[in-house]
């Protein structure tokens, strides 16, 4: 089985710009949720997506968004972006996400996004 | 949100028991401790996973007291391979299900 893909691998914009990262969670996962992690900082939960609906948020400006399409796949996109926005991209995808007390989360490899 | 707190960083040496202890006090009656390792520039891996007493699998054991307000990831004759950020999750139901802590920096010395 093919493991959670995340495209790009590398990004490199610059302020103001706008981003969109990809994710592909394994095969009959339904639950992708996005995380930011900064140098030396754990990871920030951004968002959760389960059958196209966002279901949970962290506390990210509304510059973050993401969305998630009928075959599980998902999308975040940053807009205008800042210096404070380069870090590495991580998505997790699980069967069924928080509905579910015992679910282990499967993570890519993530997009490293450098802001210049 | 159910918090949990551990160690920050850790050292230790190739051929050694390490135990690092997470504490989850506020844990809730269904919920689940997992344990997850991640590599610098990679994504967090599922090592461990438990409810209550023990678990065991290849890589490592899991200890949880009969309160279950705390874990410990038990990692037997570490390498210098081990060398990583250990995450513990409280995986309940809801967004705390997906909230990690801050994460123990284990670094293993030869």
């Known amino acids: 089985k093919a493991g959670v893909t995340q495209t790009p691998r590398y990004l490199i914009k610059t302020r103001g710009q706008q981003v969109t990262l990809s994710c592909s969670p394994i095969?009959?996962?339904?639950?992708v949720s996005w995380y930011q992690q900064t140098p030396g900082q754990g990871l920030q939960f951004l968002f959760e997506?389960?059958?196209?609906?966002?279901?949970n948020k962290g506390n990210f400006p509304g510059r973050f968004s993401g969305r998630q399409f009928s075959n599980s796949r998902s999308e975040m996109n940053v807009s205008t972006l800042e210096l404070g926005d380069s870090a590495l991209y991580l998505c997790?995808?699980?069967?069924?996400?928080?509905?579910?007390?015992?679910?282990?989360?499967?993570f890519g490899s993530g997009t490293q996004l450098s802001v210049l | 949100l159910a918090k949990t707190t551990q160690p920050i960083s850790m050292d230790s040496y190739e051929g050694q028991e390490v135990n690092i202890t997470c504490s989850h006090n506020?844990?809730?009656?269904?919920?689940?401790i997992t344990w997850y390792q991640q590599f610098p520039s990679q994504g967090p891996r599922f090592i461990i996973q438990?409810?209550?007493t023990k678990v065991t699998n290849e890589v490592a054991s899991l200890f949880i007291p009969a309160d279950r307000k705390s874990s410990t990831l038990s990692l037997p004759r570490v390498s210098l391979s081990d060398t990583a950020v250990y995450y513990c999750?409280?995986?309940?139901?809801?967004?705390?299900?997906?909230?990690f802590g801050s994460g123990t920096r284990l670094q293993v010395q030869p």
């Open positions: 095969s009959g996962h339904r639950s």
């Open positions: 506020n844990i809730a009656t269904n919920d689940y």
């Open positions: 997790a995808s699980s069967y069924i996400g928080q509905g579910s007390t015992n679910e282990k989360l499967f």
């Open positions: 997506y389960f059958s196209e609906t966002q279901r």
């Open positions: 438990g409810y209550k």
């Open positions: 999750l409280v995986s309940g139901t809801g967004r705390r299900a997906l909230t």
